[in-house]
T-cell receptor, first 116, second 114 residues
Framework: DARVTQTPRHKVTEMGQEVTMRCQPILGHNTVFWYRQTMMQGLELLAYFRNRAPLDDSGMPKDRFSAEMPDATLATLKIQPSEPRDSAVYFC??????????????FGPGTRLTVT | AQSVAQPEDQVNVAEGNPLTVKCTYS??????LFWYVQYPNRGLQFLLK??????LVKGSYGFEAEFNKSQTSFHLKKPSALVSDSALYFC????????????FGPGTRLSVLP
């Protein structure tokens, strides 16, 4: 069955290094969301795209985070430079927006990032 | 702006007993309401949604939820809990007045005891 895929599943890196996380949305979905999950903050929306255009990235620290959709089958979230406080699980989710309405989202398995 | 509250961090229930996981919300417009479940080391899985229509919504794995507009609640229920239902449950709301943003609650950990 169709699923959202994310790579890598786990990433350990040192502070200051660049980290790139990738997401392949479900084929045919036109809306992509990036979330960050931590014990302290819960699930936070970082950014979302519709038809590859960024609609809202107000939840994302602009100085070090960037999100793009180079094509309809790939979304990327990049952190440069990474910091220990970025350690979290990052989820991508996709959904279908029709006539301006978006309903349920389908989540990928997440990327567990550890920055030392 | 929209917000979601899940007043219980943890819910414990015996297997076979009915379970309820509570959710209340605040929106300016009309709410779209959702429940998701997260198993350990997994992403969130969609359970059910309320968009419009019947206040009682049935979803996956025998779960259902009741939309109560006057109490601004959307509690998740199941008549008979299974040990395998033990997981983290998230309520989410989308305020139609504010576009496409979803807001998730903090989550409630459900433990079903054998």
């Amino acid at each position: 069955d169709a699923r959202v895929t994310q790579t890598p599943r786990h990433k350990v890196t040192e502070m200051g290094q660049e980290v790139t996380m990738r997401c392949q949305p479900i084929l045919g979905h036109n809306t992509v969301f990036w979330y960050r999950q931590t014990m302290m903050q819960g699930l936070e929306l970082l950014a979302y795209f519709r038809n590859r255009a960024p609609l809202d990235d107000s939840g994302m620290p602009k100085d070090r985070f960037s999100a793009e959709m180079p094509d309809a089958t790939l979304a990327t979230l990049k952190i440069q430079p990474s910091e220990p406080r970025d350690s979290a699980v990052y989820f991508c989710a996709s959904g279908l927006t029709l006539a301006g309405e978006n309903y349920e989202q389908y989540f990928g398995p997440g990327t567990r990032l550890t920055v030392t | 702006a929209q917000s979601v509250a899940q007043p219980e961090d943890q819910v414990n229930v015996a297997e076979g007993n009915p379970l309820t996981v509570k959710c209340t919300y605040s929106v300016s417009g009309n709410p779209y309401l959702f429940w998701y479940v997260q198993y350990p080391n997994r992403g969130l899985q969609f359970l059910l949604k309320y968009i419009t229509g019947d206040n009682l919504v049935k979803g996956s794995y025998g779960f259902e939820a009741e939309f109560n507009k006057s109490q601004t609640s959307f509690h998740l229920k199941k008549p008979s809990a299974l040990v395998s239902d033990s997981a983290l449950y998230f309520c989410a709301v989308r305020d139609t007045h504010y576009g496409q943003n979803f807001v998730f609650g903090p989550g409630t950990r459900l433990s079903v005891l054998p």
